[in-house]
């Protein structure tokens, strides 16, 4: 099963303009259902067709378009699927993703990608890195809610042997400890230095493990530097400290899990970290939600649920945390050059999806984005926004 990640999703929103072609489509993976999947593909691809006729493309330039899309409606791919699968179509890009999300049936054709379904795979269910160190084995693992799977990054070393023999640079009773830069601003603090002047008996080993575990943050910081995902340590416990002492990354998790990370599968240690970035996840949507109820209705201006006005603060960069509802979809129109905000009660021709428009643009310029049901929204609205200024 595929993950997906926040660069991915704002990849799709950047796509060129044009006819873009967005199908979500829950799927069965198992059993006597399984036989629904290809139908139900081919109805979707035929709406698909229509809404681009629709949208002013002859029969035959959409049936072009879409053919691409064929190349998935095999057996051996219906009897491997996950629980939900996303498409993306359009002139010069195809893609797929089976996603561990329950989508509802959706088709959508404007001038971008539909994303807002993907971003629960962002908070709740969301991404979150596991690190299991010891002396002789490191290994790093993306992870969400239902799924794991090991990663190979460059330049990290796989043992403490392996670090030291490759470290050009590392000069013997010299290394930096990290300290923190202060603010949120860097993903990964500015690296602080250490020279070896304390006590002559310092225990060389201990050095030669803090050297170690800084070859490692440093061989993650290239794939974790733009990421706000949280961090799960797994080790035993004298050298968690240690690590800690090594770490640039802002969203290492305090809770680790302890113990020899050596004789655990992935799935084990996936079991083990869910419940600890579960509980961090549901704490970061909570101060949000607890964020928004203090600023809303006051004179700072800094929060507002009234989706007209969140339309235009999205696309100006004010947005700095949103609440969405998934599962939703309010038509309609945005004008920038008058800032004008035009909703339907249906669908209309031209129109995109409003909640849609704000959650990828708020996304794009550096916000948080949690989709979320309806009923988690105060004041039951679609959206509850938090601004910059």
Not at 30 to 57: S, W
Not at 104 to 109: G, I, K, P, R, Y
Request: proline share 5%; glycine share 6%; net charge negative.
């Amino acid at each position: 099963m595929q993950l997906i990640s926040r660069e991915e999703i704002k990849t799709l929103i950047e796509q060129p303009k044009g006819n873009c072609v967005s199908i979500y489509m829950p799927t069965q993976p198992a059993g006597p259902e399984v036989r629904q999947n290809p139908i139900r593909f081919k109805n979707l691809v035929r709406e698909a067709e229509t809404r681009l006729i629709d949208a002013g493309l002859k029969q035959e330039d959409a049936i072009a378009l879409l053919e691409k899309s064929q190349e998935i409606d095999t057996q051996e791919f219906w009897e491997q699927i996950g629980q939900g699968l996303a498409i993306f179509i359009s002139e010069n890009i195809f893609r797929y993703y089976t996603l561990p999300i329950d989508f509802q049936e959706l088709v959508v054709v404007t001038d971008r990608f539909h994303i807002k379904p993907l971003l629960p795979i962002l908070n709740g269910n969301g991404r979150f890195y596991i690190l299991a160190l010891s002396q002789q084995d490191v290994r790093f693992f993306e992870g969400t809610r239902y799924s794991v799977k090991q990663v190979e990054v460059e330049n990290l070393p796989k043992s403490l042997d392996e670090a030291l023999q490759k470290d050009d640079t590392a000069k013997e009773g010299q290394f930096r400890i990290a300290t923190s830069k202060g603010g949120t601003a860097n993903t990964f603090s500015q690296p602080g230095t250490f020279h070896g002047q304390g006590s002559p008996d310092r225990d060389k080993h201990q050095e030669d493990i803090i050297q170690f575990f800084q070859i490692v943050d440093r061989g993650l910081h290239e794939k974790l530097k733009l990421q706000k995902a949280p961090l799960v340590l797994a080790g035993v416990e004298y050298l968690l400290p240690l690590y800690r002492q090594a770490n640039t990354y802002q969203h290492l998790m305090d809770e680790a899990i302890t113990g020899n990370p050596e004789i655990l599968s992935a799935q084990e240690l996936h079991d083990q970290a869910w419940p600890i970035v579960e509980a961090d996840f549901q704490k970061s949507q909570q101060a949000v939600l607890e964020q928004f109820n203090e600023l809303f209705g006051g004179d700072t201006g800094k929060a507002s649920n009234n989706l007209q006005e969140v339309v235009c603060a999205a696309y100006y960069q004010r947005v700095d945390s949103l609440l969405v509802a998934v599962g939703q979809q309010q038509w309609g129109l945005f004008d920038p050059t008058s800032e004008t905000v035009y909703l339907h009660p249906e669908k209309e021709t031209g129109d995109e999806d409003l909640l849609d428009f704000v959650a990828a643009h708020t996304l794009l310029n550096g916000g948080t984005v949690y989709a979320v049901p309806f009923e988690q929204i105060p004041y039951s609205t679609a959206v509850a926004a938090i601004y910059r200024y």
